[in-house]
C-alpha cells in the first residue's frame, strides 16, 4: 500500500479565511490521487478545524451547492484529505452517489460540504440546507478515473429509507421518515356492479301456488389446506467486510448471523439473502452498529 505524504498547507486564521490546498496538477492514472493533502488547523467563523486522515469518517450534516468544481462531480470539506473519496447519502430520497473530495471549504456558515453543480445534479439536489450523510470510501480504480476525468461514477444502490429515517434523526430530532414515491398502478382497477336481487315468486291466480321443491345442498368435502411452496431465497445480501483470516471471519459471521464464502484469498463474510434492500435494512444496521461502517447492500454473485 502507498503511504500518505500529508503536505502541510498555509493557513489564514483570520476573517473566516481557510487555507486553499494546492492539489499538484494533475497526472494520468492512479498517480493523480498522491500524494494526499491535509494541511495546518484553520479557523472559520470563529470555529477551528483541524485536517485528518480519518479512514472511517461518516457523518451527518447539511450540503450547499457552489460554483467551483466545473463539470466534476466533487465537493468541498473542511477536514478530509485532498483528494478523498466520499459516499454522499440525500436524507430526502435515500439517493448515493460517489464524489471526490478536491477544496476546502465550505467558506462560511455550518454546512458540512460544498457540492460542485454536478454532484448536487446527480444527487437531485434543488436548493441549499440539504440534509446528507457523508462517507469516506475507497472506490476501485476505475471509479476514480471516471471522476477525475469530470465524468459521474456508476450509481449506488439507494440507501434503505428505514436506515435514511434513523440518520435524519441523529441530525433533525423528531424529523418525520421520508415517504417513498407511489408506485403507480399498471393496470385499472375495476369496481364491480351491485347484483339485483331476484323478483319474488307471484303465485298464477286460478291455480294453487305450487312451492318450488327445496334446494338439496350437495355434501361439502372436508376442508384440505393447500401445500406451502418453498421460499426461494433472495438475491441481496448484507456484505459486512472481507477479512484475510478464515477464523477471523468465522468470528464475526458466528456473531451476526452470517456467512462466510471464499473471495481469492479472502473471505467474506455476508447476511442474506434477502428479497430485497428494504429486507436487508435491518441487518445492515445490526452490522453498522457493531462497528462495521463499510457494510453494504449488494445483490449476491
Given at each position: 500500500m502507498l503511504s500518505l505524504a500529508l503536505i502541510a498547507a498555509g493557513c489564514g486564521h483570520g476573517g473566516g479565511e481557510a487555507p486553499q490546498a494546492a492539489l499538484r496538477p494533475a497526472t494520468s492514472g492512479p498517480a493523480a490521487d498522491y500524494p494526499m493533502v491535509l494541511g495546518a488547523p484553520f479557523v472559520v467563523d470563529g470555529v477551528t478545524y483541524t485536517p485528518l486522515d480519518a479512514m472511517n469518517y461518516d457523518q451527518?450534516?447539511?450540503?450547499?451547492?457552489?460554483?467551483?468544481?466545473?463539470?466534476?462531480?466533487?465537493?468541498?470539506?473542511?477536514?478530509?484529505?485532498?483528494?478523498?473519496?466520499?459516499?454522499?447519502?440525500?436524507?430526502?430520497?435515500?439517493k448515493t452517489i460517489l464524489v471526490r473530495a478536491e477544496r476546502r471549504g465550505p467558506?462560511?456558515?455550518?454546512?458540512?460540504?460544498?457540492?460542485?453543480?454536478?454532484?448536487?445534479?446527480q444527487l437531485g439536489l434543488e436548493g441549499a440546507n440539504t440534509p446528507v450523510r457523508v462517507r469516506r470510501v475507497n472506490p476501485p480504480e476505475p471509479e476514480r478515473a471516471l471522476l477525475r476525468a469530470g465524468g459521474q461514477a456508476p450509481a449506488r444502490m439507494d440507501t434503505p429509507l428505514a436506515l435514511v429515517a434513523v440518520l435524519l434523526r441523529k441530525l433533525e430530532p423528531g424529523a418525520a421518515a421520508p415517504v417513498p414515491a407511489p408506485i403507480p398502478s399498471a393496470m385499472p382497477v375495476a369496481v364491480a356492479s351491485p347484483t339485483p336481487p331476484p323478483p319474488p315468486h307471484v303465485p298464477v291466480v286460478g291455480k294453487p301456488a305450487v312451492k318450488p321443491p327445496l334446494a338439496v345442498k350437495p355434501p361439502v368435502p372436508p376442508a384440505v389446506k393447500p401445500a406451502v411452496a418453498p421460499v426461494a431465497a433472495g438475491n441481496v445480501v448484507v456484505q459486512v467486510g472481507a477479512f484475510s483470516s478464515a477464523a477471523r471471519a468465522g468470528e464475526v459471521a458466528r456473531k451476526l448471523g452470517g456467512t462466510v464464502s471464499p473471495a481469492g484469498k479472502l473471505f467474506r463474510v455476508r447476511i442474506g439473502g434477502f428479497a430485497g434492500a428494504a429486507d436487508a435494512s435491518g441487518a445492515l444496521a445490526k452490522a453498522k452498529a457493531a462497528g462495521y461502517s463499510d457494510a453494504r447492500i449488494q445483490r449476491a454473485d
Open positions: 451527518v450534516g447539511y450540503a450547499s451547492i457552489g460554483g467551483e468544481g466545473g463539470d466534476g462531480v466533487s465537493l468541498a470539506h473542511r477536514t478530509l484529505p485532498l483528494p478523498s473519496y466520499v459516499e454522499v447519502t440525500s436524507l430526502k430520497t435515500g467558506m462560511n456558515g455550518s454546512n458540512l460540504v460544498e457540492l460542485s453543480p454536478a454532484a448536487a445534479a
